[in-house]
């Protein structure tokens, strides 16, 4: 099973509101990551978590903030958001890396518009 | 500065015959590499790998074959299906086991039946 789920599919939130994105994955990862993904563009990584500790945070606004609260699953909380966030967000997850390397299994992606 | 470069936007071919991305990178630093496939409103799918102490790696229908010197890697698709037709994305990782992945721009894969 290479399944990542990710809740919801589609998102629409005003710029005053609170919202989370949920990722859950039970393939027994280490890593999972968030992507965030606008149209005709290549994914760009936002966070990685490496046994439930954040290792990456490629300067994300703080407007974003992850959560991992066990080993298969991610949160993304959002909070006070901007139209120009409006994109594809995507959850991967892969084993931990350290000497190998090993592919990141992606979800299908959350649609969030911003209004 | 893009140090994974996907020169084309996109590809058509003919169902039966052979698919070629092509992929170039900038980074000498880059060790290991993937290519992804992508349908409209799904995730990207993994499709194969290679590490840099290869320079070949075949998974049934698909290879892809790297060429350290000229820092350019290509994914062969023998034979195409109109399945076939998604975006491609190549992407590379750094040496010292960094989880980060750098993504190229993807190309747009088109098999006529």
């Known amino acids: 099973d290479t399944e990542v789920t990710q809740t919801p599919k589609h998102l629409v939130m005003g710029m005053t509101n609170k919202k989370s994105l949920k990722c859950e994955q039970h393939?027994?990862?280490?890593?999972m990551y968030w992507y965030k993904q606008k149209a005709k563009k290549p994914p760009e990584l936002m966070f990685v978590?490496?046994?439930?500790?954040?290792?990456i945070n490629e300067s994300v606004p703080s407007r974003f903030s992850p959560e991992c609260p066990n080993s298969s699953l991610l949160n993304l909380h959002l909070h006070a958001l901007q139209p120009e966030d409006s994109a594809l967000y995507l959850c991967?997850?892969?084993?931990?890396?350290?000497?190998?390397?090993?592919?990141?299994?992606f979800g299908p992606g959350t649609r969030l518009t911003v209004t | 500065d893009q140090q994974v470069k996907q020169n084309s936007p996109s590809l058509s071919v003919q169902e039966g015959r052979i698919s070629i991305l092509n992929c170039d990178y900038t980074?000498?630093?880059?060790?290991?590499f993937l290519w992804y496939k992508k349908y409209p409103a799904e995730g990207p799918t993994f499709l194969i790998s290679?590490?840099?102490?290869?320079d070949k790696n075949e998974d049934g229908r698909f290879t892809v074959f790297l060429n350290k010197s000229a820092k350019h890697l290509s994914l062969h698709i023998v034979p195409s299906q109109p399945g076939d037709s998604a975006v491609y994305f190549c992407?590379?990782?750094?040496?010292?086991?960094?989880?980060?992945?750098?993504f190229g721009k993807g190309t747009k894969l088109t098999v006529n039946p």
């Open positions: 991967a997850s892969s084993q931990a890396w350290g000497d190998s390397r090993y592919e990141q299994y």
């Open positions: 393939m027994g990862h280490r890593a």
């Open positions: 978590y490496s046994y439930e500790k954040l290792s």
């Open positions: 980074n000498s630093m880059f060790d290991y």
């Open positions: 290679i590490s840099s102490i290869k």
């Open positions: 992407a590379a990782s750094p040496q010292g086991g960094s989880e980060k992945l750098v």
